[in-house]
């Protein structure tokens, strides 16, 4: 495991990678779900958090090689090959072949999507925050093809289905990880 494995390390790397502010902000989403469920699964938060927030790492400038440079650039930093394969195997099924093993690979891959959705529908909201934000409106958002069309619901129920999570469960703590980092991703409070 790489020594210096860290959140601003790993932060570093992925603005130096993407310049994108919304893959910035989705990554560090996808990072406060991750470390929400590593609590509830008795695991390192920091360690899921990491895998959460590098899992877009090549998107922004490599979209066309996603999951696949990722492995090339996470080696030249030192990063192991366990976690590169808990990286990778988000993509399973969509842009690469690796399946996900672990529980934390399975949740990686049911959130990220899901992460998606519950920015959308907080955007949506009045307060256009997370942490007024409840399942059942996500949930009537999730029904909704039309609304966050480019988000891939199959994704997040076959997710919920390998991680024995139910949907609703699955939404219920990724909108209570997405809390944790409502200020830092620009989902907090308003103050309206």
């Given at each position: 495991?790489?020594?210096?494995?860290?959140k601003e390390?790993?932060l570093?790397?992925?603005k130096?990678?993407?310049?994108?502010?919304?893959l910035?902000s989705?990554?560090?989403?996808?990072s406060?779900v991750?470390?929400?469920?590593?609590?509830?699964?008795g695991?390192d938060p920091?360690y899921w958090g990491?895998?959460?927030?590098l899992h877009?790492l090549?998107y922004?400038?490599?979209p066309?090689a996603h999951?696949?440079?990722?492995?090339?650039?996470?080696?030249d930093n030192?990063?192991?090959?366990?976690?590169?394969?808990s990286?990778?195997s988000h993509?399973?099924?969509l842009?690469?072949d690796?399946?996900p093993?672990h529980?934390?690979e399975k949740i990686?891959?049911?959130t990220d999507?899901?992460?998606?959705?519950?920015?959308?529908?907080?955007?949506?909201?009045?307060?256009?925050?997370?942490?007024?934000?409840?399942?059942k409106?996500?949930?009537k958002k999730f029904k909704?093809?039309?609304f966050?069309?480019?988000?891939n619901?199959?994704?997040?129920l076959?997710?919920a289905?390998?991680?024995?999570?139910?949907?609703?469960?699955?939404?219920?703590?990724?909108?209570?990880?997405?809390?944790a980092?409502?200020d830092?991703i620009?989902?907090?409070?308003?103050?309206?």
């Amino acid at each position: 495991m790489n020594k210096n494995l860290n959140k601003e390390a790993a932060l570093t790397l992925l603005k130096e990678y993407n310049e994108s502010e919304a893959l910035i902000s989705h990554g560090m989403a996808v990072s406060g779900v991750m470390a929400h469920f590593a609590k509830i699964e008795g695991e390192d938060p920091e360690y899921w958090g990491i895998v959460g927030l590098l899992h877009d790492l090549d998107y922004g400038k490599y979209p066309e090689a996603h999951c696949t440079k990722v492995v090339e650039i996470l080696k030249d930093n030192d990063y192991d090959d366990d976690f590169i394969h808990s990286v990778v195997s988000h993509g399973y099924g969509l842009c690469c072949d690796v399946e996900p093993i672990h529980q934390m690979e399975k949740i990686l891959y049911a959130t990220d999507e899901l992460a998606g959705l519950i920015t959308a529908c907080a955007y949506m909201r009045p307060s256009r925050s997370v942490n007024d934000l409840e399942v059942k409106s996500v949930k009537k958002k999730f029904k909704t093809a039309s609304f966050a069309a480019g988000v891939n619901r199959e994704v997040i129920l076959k997710g919920a289905e390998m991680t024995g999570y139910s949907l609703e469960d699955l939404m219920k703590e990724s909108i209570l990880g997405m809390r944790a980092v409502a200020d830092e991703i620009g989902l907090g409070d308003t103050g309206e």
